[in-house]
């Protein structure tokens, strides 16, 4: 694999081009932005939401489900929630999770909003699914089935850690009929999962690809980190060509992001890991990595989640493209329901406690109520996860032009070269790509913007929210 060279344009290197810094990290899938509920802790977001209403023109939806424990803490993970309970309770609190869980899905699955409609992907994630012992994992997978109408063909996502992945655990994901298995690979080399402190080791990592394959799951994603304190690029190319090598369906190539206040923030203070590379070094490995997976056969479905033909994730599509309601179950989970936005208490013991008070319908973050403008933003930043901006798309769900609705925004990032436009499409050029976080806050307002790069560091807020992907925060 060759690194392309490292160049800035001259459009970027004119006194007028308006971004000289990479913007902060913000979780763009957050859209409108969310606040903490004051007082209670909790407040019941039922009566803002219109589930007695049949789903707009029955569009289909997605489902996620959070299991928000691991084994460790990683250095610098946005979807960390907290560690599996110890010994003495674990059991006890595990069960009660499960039930938890089965029981909101049931909740929401008993609202016309989602029975005039279809799920058309679930999504197991974390945390660490893999957590869930494999009765629990059958349980949850068959009460979800149960929950929600669906068609035949439903993509049921599960992602665990390479440690958890035996034999044994894989073959009953595949009695399950999960249809795609994400594995929290990472690496095959010990120096870098350790500078991730990862709870798997590097003869983990391969096995449990080896094995998932051998199984025939019909898609198996396989997720990646680049960009890890000292890790380099023969490294990095090593990983990247012993994966393609075995033939996993899907990749996740994430560019590692250090978090304000992480455990990777502090010991890089201390000296004890290395400092990440800058914008231009990340953006010339993201465009090697893109390039070589191509060469293999691999398209890029959004930034950092590549597939093979026909294993392009369903789930991300729902999610972002479609921008489609994302009906959010347990501990921390993010629910995107007609103009609402918010978040379920973020600790696994109260979102059981309240589950066990029949209060399904609680969140402990919750957004205004989209405008139509605020709808269209959304519309506009999600589309942007996968560089591209369909116009007609755009006109029959807002019954007007981007062009129009943004006219002047489309028209400064035109002048830059940040975008190319034609009759059918708005596209992220190749420094569009390069500054894309920026151009995401093109279409925020400045006082969101800067809240939200404050809630993006705050682990008790949106921060802990729903994976969409290995590439951190779109």
């Not at 907290?82 to 909101?104: F, K």
């Not at 629990?136 to 063909?153: E, G, K, V, Y």
Request: proline share 6%; hydrophobic share 40%.
């Amino acid at each position: 694999m060759e690194l392309p060279p490292i160049e800035e344009t001259a459009i970027e290197r004119a006194t007028d081009f308006p971004y000289r810094d990479v913007a902060d990290e913000i979780n763009n899938f957050v859209y409108p932005p969310t606040h903490a509920v004051d007082g209670q802790g909790s407040i019941s977001i039922e009566s803002r939401l219109p589930l007695a209403a049949a789903m707009p023109q029955s569009r289909p939806y997605a489902v996620y489900v959070s299991i928000p424990f691991c084994r460790v803490r990683c250095h610098s993970c946005h979807c960390f929630k907290g560690l599996l309970p110890n010994a003495s309770t674990r059991d006890d609190i595990m069960e009660r999770y499960v039930s938890a869980l089965i029981a909101q899905a049931n909740a929401y699955g008993q609202a016309h909003r989602f029975r005039s409609a279809v799920c058309d992907a679930i999504y197991i994630g974390g945390g660490t699914a893999s957590v869930l012992t494999e009765d629990q994992a059958s349980r949850l997978i068959s009460a979800l089935r149960r929950a929600f109408p669906h068609n035949t063909d439903m993509e049921v996502n599960f992602e665990g850690n390479p440690a958890d992945f035996t034999r044994p655990y894989l073959e009953n994901l595949k009695a399950c009929d999960v249809t795609r298995l994400s594995i929290g690979y990472q690496s095959q080399q010990q120096p870098v999962l350790d500078a991730l402190n990862s709870p798997h080791d590097a003869t983990q990592s391969r096995k449990a690809v080896v094995e998932a394959l051998s199984l025939g799951f019909p898609t198996v994603n396989v997720d990646l980190l680049y960009n890890v304190p000292g890790q380099d690029f023969a490294q990095w190319s090593r990983d990247l060509a012993d994966l393609v090598a075995l033939g996993p369906q899907g990749i996740g190539a994430g560019d590692y992001v250090v978090f304000p206040g992480s455990a990777s923030e502090k010991l890089i203070a201390r000296g004890r890991l290395q400092t990440p590379h800058d914008l231009q070094t990340t953006f010339q490995w993201y465009g090697a990595t893109r390039n070589y997976l191509g060469e293999h056969g691999y398209a890029e479905q959004v930034r950092g989640i590549f597939a093979r033909p026909g294993h392009a994730q369903r789930y991300v599509d729902l999610c972002c493209p479609q921008n489609g309601d994302i009906v959010g179950l347990g501990a921390g989970a993010i629910s995107f329901i007609d103009r609402y936005q918010f978040q379920n208490p973020v600790d696994a013991l109260p979102f059981i406690a309240l589950s066990e008070a029949d209060r399904p319908f609680e969140a402990q973050c919750i957004s205004r109520r989209a405008s139509d403008r605020d709808l269209m933003r959304r519309f506009v930043m999600h589309n942007f996860f996968a560089f591209r901006l369909n116009r007609q798309a755009f006109s029959a769900r807002f019954g007007i032009d981007p062009l129009d609705a943004f006219g002047d925004v489309f028209d400064r990032l035109r002048t830059y070269e940040l975008v190319d436009i034609d009759e059918f499409e708005i596209r992220l050029t190749e420094i569009g790509r390069k500054w894309r976080r920026n151009i995401y806050h093109e279409f925020r307002m400045p006082e969101e913007t800067s809240r939200a790069a404050a809630e993006w560091t705050t682990p008790s807020l949106a921060a802990r929210g729903n994976r969409l992907s290995s590439a951190n925060g779109g």
